[in-house]
């Protein structure tokens, strides 16, 4: 049985193997001449564990594939430690990362209030040292954010965070956080010093996932979520104005190592003005292709590249 | 019929009565809380000895882990309750004569419980029955009703019929001899279900963060995204601790309620 197994497991990579070769050694004969800008690139692209990374990083993959280049996709890595550690160690040439993150989480600091420019160009700054390079940051900023339902909206005139506090009676404010978000800084318990949440108020730890499906069918009534997330628009949830500045700022941008920048020049220019196109807009389209209609990340990737002009 | 299930013994569990054994029973009764002790000293140590940032105070302060730890050892503890109340009645009715041949579903069913993907179920109730302690704690005693309900039946199922046939020879009707004999002798096999079952309650009650549950898993999963080692280790150790409090306690049971002389 064993046996067996391995063997089916190794004609499928061969297989796959196959195809990606045929696919990689086709695209360029089938590109015109100018496509060919990016031949002898040689990449392994990653990715955290979730859509919004995932098809970030498929964006890259095709641009290159479209560009004559060669890529090992290993998109889907879980967590994003692991990611950023398989990076810095070479496992992987590159992935998108959050200024946020990267500011709390790697460089643990602590000052949230950063507005995204200076939030990026001290991230940048600060992992120099750690000789990672950070391409442009996105326009779009997938920060935390509340949503309610619509129906909840039009009922009490909710259109701004002051708004959930002020205009949702205290007995129907049960507001549903991750437990990432109740115990950091820049979570719970600053919002609720900067809009006046009374300590009084529900407050429930659910998963991240969950939370979205919680707040539609009304267990709670406001959801901690992120802004670029399709399952807001698909699920007919809305995302008030923030009216006091609080939230840190999460754009993304692709992070890579010295190594591959240096080897890799024609790449770090030919890749630096995509992430300027993708607005929040445009980046929770993308997720909820993924995650609503179901498509799959390379296609999705595909026809985002062709739309812009960039296949 | 003859095919016997493997009754599942908690490491360190001895059931012979020699007077040699006792001693290193007894001896081992008197190690597991100096090791609790031993675990908690570390812990706090490590705490005293780090110097926590503005992320880790969040969490590593005294109210925060007391509360999780009410929580973790009220949902445990429910579960574990509930376990009990269903898996023991559950077993003994399993092996009746009349019952004989329901046992496969049941131990089926059981199965099932145990295998479903414990944060899966969880989340799934709580989207359709409200998030909330309730929830979590009904998952919980899904998952762990397997050992007690198998080792309750296997421990009555490995009792020799001739003694069950010459109690009732003896003018024993079936429910004296269920009491009086086969009970009796099954006690250290289902007490061993009992133990791995409050074990692995335990650690699942970590999962309780997922549904508005609270717990332990407050510390271990912002420990674990937000790359604060000491926060995840804290919640850890503490799971640990937890866990074998609980299985001392049981294990001062199971000394208590094994029958002498058999």
Not at chain 1, 22 to 48: D, E, W, Y
Not at chain 1, 235 to 246: A, T
Request: net charge positive; hydrophobic share 50%; with cysteine.
């Amino acid at each position: 049985m064993q046996v067996k197994r391995t063997k089916v497991v190794a004609i499928a990579t061969a297989a796959a193997l196959a195809a990606l070769t045929a696919f990689t050694a086709v695209t360029p004969a089938n590109a015109a001449a100018s496509k060919n800008s990016l031949a002898g690139v040689n990449l392994v692209i990653g990715s955290k564990d979730f859509t919004e990374s995932i098809v970030l990083s498929k964006i890259v993959k095709q641009y290159v594939l479209a560009h004559g280049g060669k890529v090992t996709d290993k998109t889907n890595i879980k967590g994003s430690v692991t990611t950023r550690d398989a990076m810095t160690k070479g496992q992987i040439s590159l992935y998108w990362e959050y200024t946020g993150t990267a500011w709390l989480v790697y460089q643990k600091q602590t000052d949230t209030t950063l507005d995204p420019n200076t939030l990026y160009n001290k991230v940048a700054a600060a992992d120099k040292a750690n000789k990672v390079t950070w391409l442009p940051m996105t326009s779009f900023n997938d920060t935390y954010a509340w949503a309610v339902t619509k129906a909840v909206a039009t009922q009490y005139g909710v259109k701004t965070y002051s708004d959930m506090v002020t205009k949702i009676p205290a007995d129907k404010r049960v507001w549903c956080v991750e437990s990432e978000f109740a115990s950091r800084p820049d979570g719970m318990a600053g919002f609720k010093k900067a809009y006046n949440v009374p300590a009084t108020d529900t407050i429930k730890t659910l998963d991240t996932g969950a939370i979205y499906a919680a707040t539609q069918n009304g267990q709670c009534t406001i959801g901690e979520v992120f802004a670029t997330d399709g399952r807001i628009g698909a699920l007919g949830l809305m995302v008030p104005k923030e009216d006091v500045h609080y939230f840190p700022a999460y754009n993304a941008a692709i992070t890579t190592t010295d190594a591959i920048a240096k080897k890799y020049p024609q790449l770090i220019k030919a890749l630096a003005p995509i992430s300027g196109l993708i607005s929040n807009q445009t980046m929770a389209t993308l997720n909820a292709r993924i995650d609503v209609l179901g498509e799959d990340g390379d296609t999705v990737a595909k026809s985002w590249l062709a739309s812009v002009g960039l296949l | 019929m003859s095919k016997k299930l493997e009754p599942q013994l908690a490491a360190g569990s001895v059931y012979s009565q020699s007077a040699r054994l006792i001693f290193k029973r007894n001896r081992s009764l008197l190690i597991q809380p100096i090791l609790i002790l031993v675990i908690l000293t570390l812990m706090l140590t490590y705490i005293h000895n780090h110097k926590l940032d503005i992320i880790e105070k969040v969490t590593i302060n005294p109210q925060f882990i007391f509360k999780a730890i009410e929580d973790h050892v009220f949902l445990s503890f429910s579960a574990a309750v509930i376990i009990l109340a269903i898996a023991i009645p559950g077993g003994i009715l399993f092996t009746r004569p009349k019952m004989k041949r329901f046992t496969p579903i049941a131990l089926a069913l059981a199965n099932i419980g145990q295998a479903f993907p414990a944060v899966g179920l969880l989340i799934l109730a709580g989207i359709n029955f409200g998030f909330g302690k309730p929830v979590a704690i009904g998952t919980f005693a899904a998952f762990g009703t397997l050992p007690i309900l198998r080792n309750t039946i296997v421990g009555l199922q490995e009792i020799d019929p001739f003694i069950v046939e010459s109690a009732m020879g003896m003018g024993m009707t079936p429910r004296q001899a269920l009491r009086k004999i086969e009970l009796p002798l099954a006690v250290p096999v289902i007490l061993a279900g009992v133990r791995t079952t409050l074990i692995l309650t335990v650690g699942v009650a970590t999962l309780g963060v997922f549904v508005n549950g609270g717990g332990l898993g407050m510390l271990i999963i912002p420990g674990l995204k937000l790359n604060r080692q000491i926060v995840l280790l804290t919640g850890g150790m503490l799971t640990i601790i937890v866990a074998f409090t609980m299985d001392w306690l049981a294990r001062l049971a199971e000394e208590f309620l094994r029958p002498r002389g058999i």
